[in-house]
């Protein structure tokens, strides 16, 4: 198990979470899968309007495999062997026309939610952003980061009034980074640094350019 380095006394579950490509052939039970999801609700969100929506699929069944087909090679490499792929969808509509300019904020928070529930569970996961087919970002802008086919999945899944593909969640129990390509083994086996306090936060002002 790896666990952050902190200098002061963070929970367990947060130094514990990461976010692993190689995950062992063991299942997820309907009530861990359950307790993970309601976590999500937990999370704060601008007015409660909790504005995601997720797809999920287990290992072996015939949407997880439609939802596999969305995900750009280099990661379905190791998301085939998740035990849950969960869809992401996102809206941005307020009541009365209106943008929810926080949505994107709250979707990270209720993901955080269920990785930390996934951790105090013995479970980890995995987000995989995409960037295909949209204009604000190529894949030259990004290089290797092309997660998965936005256009792809909206073909595939029927997606709700208002809502927009955001991204995919893989869960699973942690495996041997040996059942990883190669390319992906050192990473796995690396530490995690995190930022050190002073380089993010500061008191009374923000230092000057």
């Not at 063991?26 to 999801?37: F, G, K």
């Not at 809206?91 to 943008?99: I, M, S």
């Not at 129990?173 to 936060?201: C, H, M, S, V």
């Amino acid at each position: 198990m790896k666990s952050k380095k902190t200098k002061n006394p963070v929970h367990e579950l947060l130094r514990n979470r990461w976010s692993p490509r190689s995950f062992s052939s063991e299942d997820i039970t309907d009530t861990e899968l359950a307790t993970i999801l309601e976590a999500a609700a937990c999370a704060p969100s601008a007015f409660n309007k909790q504005p995601w929506q997720y797809l999920y699929a287990r290992r072996g069944t015939q949407t997880f495999e439609k939802m596999l087909s969305c995900i750009a090679p280099m990661n379905a490499t190791w998301a085939k062997n998740a035990a849950v792929l969960m869809f992401g969808v996102l809206t941005k509509d307020f009541d009365g026309g209106r943008t929810n300019l926080w949505a994107e904020h709250d979707m990270g928070a209720a993901e955080m939610s269920m990785y930390v529930q996934a951790t105090a569970l013995g479970i980890y996961g995995h987000t995989i952003a995409g960037y295909w087919h949209d204009p604000r970002n190529t894949v030259d802008d990004y290089p290797g980061s092309v997660g998965f086919d936005k256009e792809e999945a909206k073909k595939l899944f029927v997606i709700p009034k208002g809502y927009e593909p955001y991204d995919f969640l893989a869960f699973g129990r942690l495996g041997a980074p040996e059942l990883l390509p190669a390319e992906y083994q050192e990473a796995e086996r690396a530490d995690k640094p995190i930022a050190a306090i002073e380089t993010f936060a500061f008191k009374d002002e923000f230092p000057k350019a």
